[in-house]
């Protein structure tokens, strides 16, 4: 498995949000106790489409991941002639005693004509929900936004992602205590998807058996090693990844 595969959330709990009113909101969806249609907006990398799969995740605990929960992405869906997926995978995920559930991702890749044919679901959400996500709320009319709940996921900011990245370092052998992740974190402005990107670097560049010394362990802050780290974008400090500097 990839680094990232290794470190992809497992459960709700697991997510990262800048914003408690949001994460109170999701979590409620998680717990069921919320079943209005639901579209996620906001950045690219501020976890949109994870977090949607982690709703499913926590509502259907006895068959996921299987065909019926798998995310349908309307950037690479553009084709679609109808939405008989919908009412056959919630067929099969109430047969199992669950509420159906359907992830649609990128939903405003979608041509008028396809979420026209949305318009029965959106109506009627008795059998089941609609988890969408979108970069573009702009692009979607308001017939389709006022029959859902909106929630902006905006990016964490990195003293968000400190228990994250705390946990991550930890399963990859470093003794780094929670004070020192946070001083690695200072001023990182990029998505989760980088966050994740810039550890594997770090792990890469210096691995735990010389990075995680006693001394460093139990000092205040981060070792030399970890202070230029690419981890730690400053003024005169930026993380660059595939050419490209945050």
């Not at 949000?17 to 579209?39: C, M, N, S, W």
Request: with cysteine; glycine share 6%; charged share 25%.
């Amino acid at each position: 498995m990839t680094f990232r595969q290794n470190h992809e959330p497992q459960s709700f709990n697991d997510l990262i949000f800048h914003d408690p009113a949001v994460e109170q909101v999701l979590r409620e969806y998680a717990d069921g106790h919320r079943t209005k249609h639901l579209i996620l907006h906001g950045p690219k990398g501020s976890g949109k489409s994870c977090a949607a799969q982690m709703i499913l995740k926590s509502r259907l605990p006895h068959n996921f991941p299987d065909a019926t929960t798998s995310p349908i992405n309307g950037r690479t869906d553009r084709n679609r002639k109808d939405w008989e997926i919908i009412w056959s995978n919630w067929n099969a995920q109430i047969s199992n005693g669950c509420r159906g559930y359907t992830h649609l991702d990128e939903i405003d890749r979608y041509n008028l004509k396809q979420l026209d044919m949305l318009d029965e679901f959106l109506e009627h959400d008795r059998l089941g929900t609609l988890v969408m996500t979108t970069n573009h709320l702009e692009n979607l009319d308001e017939w389709i936004t006022d029959r859902c709940t909106l929630v902006e996921v905006l990016r964490p900011t990195g003293s968000d992602m400190i228990d994250r990245a705390h946990a991550i370092l930890q399963a990859e052998g470093y003794s780094y205590d929670r004070q020192q992740v946070g001083s690695m974190l200072s001023g990182f402005q990029g998505s989760l998807r980088k966050m994740v990107e810039a550890l594997e670097n770090y792990v890469l560049k210096h691995p735990p058996n010389a990075a995680a010394s006693s001394s460093v362990a139990q000092s205040k802050t981060p070792s030399g090693a970890l202070t230029t780290t690419t981890l730690q974008p400053k003024k005169t400090q930026h993380l660059t990844v595939g050419g490209k500097t945050v």
